[in-house]
């Protein structure tokens, strides 16, 4: 069982920076995936990012967040940040850290329905 508590988010103007952090109270099993996915009124849930818990660092980013977010884990301290530069009044949404175990050396899930472990979620409010 691994529990997940999501911080960081808050209200900023668009072009500001901001980072959301993830603490995993129990280390995920080292074969895990660990994602950002958010989800705004009225739309279906985003996975906007996803690694492993271990081993390769290479990430996923969805199309709408790449070269703008980066994602990264301290295993050292259980955590996985997520550092969201040049935001915009879209990416608005409810944050929210999530951990899969259909993970692996050749496999990384990026759909949110294979993520089992979810935080409460953090609101990131852009206003324009």
């Known amino acids: 069982q691994v529990r997940l508590v999501d911080s960081g988010g808050g209200l900023v103007q668009a072009g500001d920076s901001l980072t959301l952090s993830c603490a995993a109270e129990?280390?995920?099993?080292?074969?895990?995936?660990m994602a950002w996915v958010r989800r705004a009124p009225v739309k279906e849930r985003d996975l906007v990012a996803a690694?492993?818990?271990?081993?390769?660092?290479?990430?996923y980013y969805s199309d709408s967040v790449k070269g703008r977010f980066t994602i990264s884990r301290d295993n050292a301290k259980n955590t996985v940040d997520f550092r969201m530069h040049d935001l915009r009044p879209e990416d608005a949404a409810v944050y929210y850290c999530?951990?899969?175990?259909?993970?692996?050396?050749?496999?990384?899930?990026?759909?949110?329905?294979?993520?089992?472990?979810w935080g409460q979620g953090t609101q990131v409010t852009v206003s324009s």
């Open positions: 129990g280390q995920p099993p080292s074969h895990y995936a």
């Open positions: 999530a951990a899969s175990p259909y993970s692996g050396p050749q496999y990384l899930p990026v759909d949110a329905a294979e993520y089992n472990y």
């Open positions: 690694i492993r818990w271990s081993g390769s660092t290479n990430a």
